[in-house]
């Protein structure tokens, strides 16, 4: 999914230009620290006290040039407007969050409010339009037959959370002005793997499978993940 970010970075703005980034339920900071290190400035926002502290300790551990080109934040994704001005951001990642919040689109419009004109939203989200698919390929059938008509689930940490499905996505960018500008599917093959697997002696052929398999249709409309960009107008 990196590459896909890079990709659209690259296709919006002038090569070496240092983008203002904040990055919303950054986790451990792992895409805040490797968008430092490529020289943009990065506020990454989470919070979860155990994560936030797994970044500091990530952070401390870079060197002063890239350490001075993050500021964390601890808070909830949805005060972003007491914490930011609006267009504050030339990009805004949030990755991995909107399956949490009960009533996205709050979110989803205040992360918008942050970007400059032209700016770029990126959104990854579990795709709910193929719910039935990790417990059919299983081998789940009730399971499978339960998830049709729904876009709640349970994830791999236990946790009773929801899905999104892209048309309505894409109609709530629409509506906040950052229509959506491209889309790509995550996780089209290896959904199924189970946490620990072994990593696979033919990684790069499994990566560069899941890269082409994310961007063409219809493969990319069966991925575990959507990963959405919208760009403000």
Sequence with gaps: ?????????????????????????????????????????????????????????????EPEGIRERVRLVQGDGRD???????????????????????????????????????????????????LAMRPGLSGDWAGALAAFDTTAYRNRLGLDVR???????????????????AWYGVRVFTDTAPDDAAIPADLDALLAAEERAGRTDPYRGVAALLHLCGVRG
């Design 80 to 130: 972003t407007g007491v914490h930011f001005l609006p267009g504050s951001f030339d990009v805004v990642l949030c990755h991995g969050v909107l399956m949490y919040v009960e009533e996205p689109d709050p979110l989803v419009a205040g992360l918008a409010r942050m970007l400059a004109p032209g700016g770029l939203l990126s959104l990854l989200v579990r795709n709910g339009d193929v």
């Design 163 to 181: 899905a999104d499905r892209l048309a309505t996505l894409t109609a709530t960018l629409a509506g906040i002005a950052a229509p959506l500008h």
């Design 1 to 61: 999914m990196a590459r896909q970010l890079d990709e659209q970075i690259a296709g919006r703005f002038p090569v070496g230009r240092r983008l203002r980034v904040l990055d919303v339920g950054m986790g451990q900071g792992t895409q805040a620290l490797r968008l430092a290190r490529l020289g943009h400035q990065v506020t990454g926002v989470e919070q979860d006290a155990t994560m936030i502290g797994a970044a500091r300790r990530a952070l401390d551990a």
